[in-house]
């Protein structure tokens, strides 16, 4: 190695110079990219972002860097995107826009606000945002302090089902977060000696491909990390990935049976008397009608409903009861099904009776650094009580009123807006979403919907299929390396410096500031980014000692102590005593808080309502079960569809996914373009042959829309084209509101001809109104198959 | 002596870090690659488990980042790999290396 070593020489360093570059240190928020605020160095050259690579000084990413930010630039300076507010001149959907002033642009919104105002009410606004992003405090005061309405919510996004069921679930059950802990609330990582930190034995990948999704702030490579220091694995996946191969076991389960799984694995350790009793007699409520409720649920039984071997579940908790130290990481596919709840009260269930509770190695309970809360519902407080009972979804109180990451319910906002009732939304405002590329679970549906509005502003990095759609103004939104802020979400607290400028672009802060001052200037003491961010770390954040430059400047990233079994130690509940914080004071296996709202207490599990076992005409008619929305690494949900960006020349074209005797038997081939359809809608995308599925299972792409095709409806970025959200329904969520069926649907599959596709997706729904649209009065979703018969 | 690349290929996930920060270290044009990876599987074995692994291949426009090396630095590849499944240094730092576990390999893109 070079004797030299240019990393250690500017440790500590905030910035400098090397040659024509200024390096930076800072770190990062979506967008673009994810959730999870690498440390990175930008390097700029004449304000310009040239090179990101990872810094080795973060504790969060240790010096390594996804694809994702490592092709930052070519995202920063796409020449795709707006650099200034943009003015509505043709109809909606012609793609004719008049660039503006921030100025004139903040006149026609405030106008447009107290217009709203004066003729329906403050909650007649609704503000949406993409998951996870930087905004996801801003956009939420802007909301409910500039505009006084309580409807905020992520965009269109079916039964809140993006980790919020599983953090409502978490935090009603136990109080707390818990999350996999693969050492990542110390800045001394994988330390052994000078933290209590051990390695797990076993980490159980359930539902979630880590190392491609990097998601809710996990960073994909600590498992690799843990797996290279000996850590054994368990995958639950349809589909094998690259940790299921390195896996002990694989659970090949049907989509949409997690929930099952999870039964029969609480059975096994109940009735082979392999769990902790320790941990359960000292820690747990409800055990024994817990033991009842999984009584039923046999190895035998949940095998023929996950399509499983029974050995392989028996063999699966044998292993997690029987390690000594064990952690799961979960994802997604627990939120997206109707029994979402439920099926995370059961893995909930799983670790408190295999004793992984806060201990090292296992899921430990988290907080974010320096108990700063501020998300979904900072500035809530401002609305006044009336107000805040006017939320849309009130009657789902885990959701709204429980303060469990709360927020309006989609769903209904989207039948408010359909309906007027309970009362009219007229004003919409969309902040980094991309709801009918992505979200939104019905695309046609809330494209149909959207269309009605009197006001829709979009705030976007790109012109998307739902600026271009709807948008009477488009505001362009600064990307992570434009932005001075701060990020916590669990650990550390970070900090962020903006290192250049595109165009006229503006930061959330900014945005949100500027209008707050017109409509609430009370709200709005802070003149600037700095000065908010100030705010938020002097007032918001107890325990930090610093402002904004202190955290940009000096700490850049910051770990808060952090000690295992806070349950012993009185660290949990308000009141120093030991125990969690519900109210039996104990993990709550029949959860009380759900007793009292009238919801089943306990874990358990039921067919997808379109499944081979609950809809036998419809699978007859549709012979594969449809899961949706695997992570790839090249992209962001919708973003990173550019064809400029590497993403693209890696994964140009969506594409789905079956086994290669179910393509023979329908006589279709590798790089096929196929229909995938159902009694809904169809869509295109291209065949890849997944030799490791089940021959009943499909798995198709989402986020789809093409930069380069025409802008203009009917195209809208071919947005419908191939887009898996013309499939599914929307509307059909859990009885607390919460999950909904992304990943259990049904489908059929034929190749694409020059016949049969004359008539594309886009045209159908842009032109023809088409696919499902009737509405089913007796339960308020859209009538089945009303409208479009293939 | 000559500096080696070794690659640890049971942990390399196949997640483009390396390719995609050699494209922006080198300032490669589309279609231009450093170093690619290489995937053989998923394929099942006979004994119920699958053979799945990946290989990033250091490509004749890979120079071991030479001038990254002057400066103090590691290869942007090594540097940044989220697995970190990829060890750089003299061909006799790691062949003592490459020994000490399996599924191992070295890379002389140059001598």
Known sequence: MAEKDYFAEHRGQFQWEDGDYTVTRTTVWSGPGCHDG???????????????EGDPDCAYNQGTLCMRCLEMPEVVNNPRRPSKPLKRAGERGE???????????????????????????????ACMIGTGRAN?????????????????CLGFLSGESCFQPRSAAMASMSGDFFIADCSQQFESRYDEENTEWRCPELIINWGCNAVESNSDNFYGGWIVDCMQRGSKMITVDPSLTWLASRSEIWLRLRPGTDGALAMAMLNVMIKEDIYDHDFVEKWCYGFDELAERVKEWTPARAAEICWVDEADIVAAARMYAGAKNAAMQWGLPIDQAVMGIPTAQALNALWALTGNIDNPGGNIVIRNAFDQNVSYNYGYNNLPAEVQAKRIGAEYPLMSKAGFSSTAHSDSILQAIETGKPYPIRMLWLTSTNPIANMASDAPRVYRALKTLDFVVVNDLFLTPTAVAFADLFLPAAMSPERDMQRVWWVPLRGMKKVCQYGECKSDDTIVTEIGK???????PWNNDQEWTDNILRTETPGYDGGYHELVERDIWVYPGFQYYKHEKGLLRADGQPGFSTPSGRIELWNTVFSLWGYDPLPDWAEPSNSPYSSPELYEKYPFVLTTGARHIEFFHSEHRQP??????????????MSPKSAADLDIKEGDWCWLENHRGRCRQKLRINPTLDDRVVRADHGWWFPEKDAAEPSLYGVFDSNINNLLPQCENGVTGYGAPYKNQLCKVYKCTEENSKEMPSICVSTKDGYSKAMDESNGDVKVGAIYNG | MANALLIDYEYCTGCHACEVSCKKEKNLARGQWGIKILTDGPRELPDDKWEFNNIPMPTSLCDLCAERLESGKDPSCVHNCPANCMQFGTVEEMSKEVAKKGNRVIFVPVV
């Open chain 1, 136 to 152: 996801c405090w801003q956009i939420p005061y802007m909301c409910y302090s500039a505009f006084g309405s309580p409807n905020f």
């Open chain 1, 38 to 52: 690498c440390g990175v160095l930008y390097y700029t050259k004449d304000g310009k972002l040239e090179k990101v």
């Open chain 1, 644 to 657: 400029e960006l590497t993403s693209r020349e890696l994964y140009p074209d969506p594409c789905f996914e």
């Open chain 1, 518 to 524: 017109r409509l609430h200037p009370e709200n709005f």
């Open chain 1, 95 to 125: 793609d004719k826009w008049d660039e503006i002033t921030w100025d004139e642009a903040y006149d026609i919104i405030e106008a447009k606000v107290r217009e709203i105002w004066r003729d329906y009410a403050p909650e007649s606004i």
